[in-house]
DNA sequence: TCAAAAGTGTTATTACTACACCCATGT
DNA sequence: ACATGGGTGTAGTAATAACACTTTTGA
């Protein structure tokens, strides 16, 4: 199924029509969930907020270029990313009729803290509770995204993506408050996390943010998949 | 907004695509969760099972596609629809390079008893594990489909969009085996679905399948829109 | 009268919520 | 010695799962 294109086009009665990605991109930064916006550099509306975007080719796959995109501003290839939806009013592009598939994706704090405006875009994190006016419908997908990330982080173990593989329970705790923006009873997160054996817990302790240290654990995926398999969900 | 469209294409890099829209209808007959699958009737692979779908015209919007598809063959425009996935696989169609919307949709017992195949197209209804091989990838969007709809029936009431505005509760128990493929406890499911008060109860019985008959309900709107407001969610 | 589906309650177990104090350590 | 964040336990309440018999009525 690889090289079947043929370059004549067969179905005659279709226009195409213009299809670019956006992507939304999250982060967790001083306890607030934030989001990576950017300058606008094309017209219309140059200069404006925005999400990072760009046109599909017509020689590369949707997936593909989506990591395209979150690869030349991050730099990294292996970040968490999924579909959120394809967004197609006829009007909701003056430049063109555009349909824009938009992705989201979760960029670890260790990462987040490699300079990203030094790759080629001008760009700014906003807390989630203050984004300002993007361009287009791009509010509309982020406010979509973020009830996504909720639902999802609801039954799906995604905390962990915004974090580097090596954490304490204590940031894991603070992700998820930031995710939903309100404080978890610290004794009751602990018990259900470390019932579930989803965590490692590690020799090691991270001592840069309290004199006592906090203990490292990392994710422990066999379990998860082990759980999903018998229907367990992940309830936070 | 809405009359801004520049006949002149102003983002002069970008190469346009076809895009199309396929719709996933679901049922429930014979205690069992069905799919309507269509006879293919365009080359490449006329002749063969596949969703229906149709081309994205260049004046309409991605959901008035999807509405206009479903439309055409269910004669109904008024059916639960909700966009599934973008599938921008680069070969994923060997008559050309085309993208694809997939939607899935739940339809009616009582709809489904009007004939669909009066309406165009040669159709049948399959069951879910009994699926017949689909052309290019749409056995892909079809398995993907019932992940998202056993996910989203979990926490939200669509059980009742796949019956009559009024229905008996060995129904929708029926409804929610049909989509879980599993027993459901009888007396647990009256006793939460009850409970939680988003149905109301009728005066009337339905005697079609038993002589002692059933009382009819009908699923309260407004108790849902509170419950979910509280961050009540629905779990079966 | 009997077959077929509708309807009903209890108990044991498990999960959840709310809540306050001691621990370890670097300064 | 003290300030800071890390770590722990219990008890009351609510939700869940497992389980079997009686009711109604048309044929």
Redesign the pocket.
């Known amino acids: 199924m690889n090289d079947k294109i043929k370059s004549n086009i067969q179905y005659t009665n279709a226009a195409p029509i213009l299809a670019a990605v956006d992507c939304i991109i999250f982060g967790v930064q001083e306890n607030e969930l934030q989001l990576l916006v950017f300058k606008r550099e094309v017209e219309p509306l140059s200069g404006q907020w925005s999400l990072i975007g760009d046109f599909i080719k017509k020689d590369e796959s949707v997936a593909v270029a989506a990591r395209r995109v979150l690869e030349e501003v991050t730099g990294f290839n292996d970040i968490y990313m999924k579909q959120l939806h394809l967004f197609g009013e006829l009007n909701r592009d003056p430049g063109d009729r555009v349909l824009s598939v938009a992705y989201w994706s979760l960029i670890r704090i260790d990462q987040v803290h490699q300079s990203f405006k030094a790759r080629n875009h001008e760009s700014k994190w906003v807390s989630f509770n203050k984004i300002p006016d993007l361009v287009l419908d791009h509010n509309e997908m982020v406010n979509m995204a973020i009830q996504t990330l909720r639902e999802k982080a609801r039954f799906h173990p995604i905390g962990f993506e915004l974090l580097p593989a090596e954490f304490?329970?204590?940031?894991l705790l603070m992700v998820y408050e930031a995710i939903y923006n309100r404080k978890i009873?610290?004794?009751?997160f602990?018990?259900?996390i470390?019932?579930s054996e989803l965590l490692d817990r590690l020799e090691k302790?991270?001592?840069s943010?309290?004199?006592?240290?906090?203990?490292l654990y990392k994710f422990n995926n066999e379990t998860y998949k082990k759980l999903q398999k018998e229907g367990y969900y992940f309830?936070f």
């Open positions: 304490t329970i204590p940031q009873d610290d004794r009751n602990r018990k259900k470390l019932k302790k991270d001592k943010t309290s004199k006592k240290g906090s203990f309830d």
